[in-house]
Nanobody, 120 residues
Framework: QVQLVESGGGLVQAGGSLRMSCAAS????????MGWYRQAPGKQRELVAT???????NYANSVKGRFTISRDNAKNTVYLQMNSLQPEDTAVYYC??????????????WGQGTQVTVSS
């Protein structure tokens, strides 16, 4: 079984920063990509940022210039540095990983989600 454990969410004031991490564990052969998605009340889940195993990053337009995604391949961990947070960033943030499980094959896995609340 693969588990993705997220940490670093919380409550901040507008203009503040948070750094979240997500660590993947289990019988993992390799990870192709990891990323972050978010879902605000009344809205569909949307992509925030992704990063491939070779370091190619992709960001939603709404977070470009404010958020930075990075990963530590040796630790199977992805990070999201969130700066200049605004109330519209308030959402449940979910970690995602596209990976290969030993003896099973490819799969897409999700963390449990962590709440980020930005007050004005």
């Amino acid at each position: 079984q693969v588990q993705l454990v997220e940490s670093g969410g919380g409550l901040v004031q507008a203009g503040g920063s948070l750094r979240m991490s997500c660590a993947a564990s289990g019988s993992i052969s390799s990870i192709h990509a990891m990323g972050w998605y978010r879902q605000a009340p009344g809205k569909q889940r949307e992509l925030v940022a992704t990063i491939t195993d070779d370091g190619v990053a992709n960001y939603a337009n709404s977070v470009k210039g404010r958020f930075t995604i990075s990963r530590d391949n040796a630790k199977n961990t992805v990070y999201l540095q969130m700066n200049s947070l605004q109330p519209e960033d308030t959402a449940v943030y979910y970690c995602n990983a596209d990976l290969i499980v030993v003896l099973t094959g490819w799969g897409s896995y999700w963390g449990q989600g962590t709440q980020v609340t930005v007050s004005s």
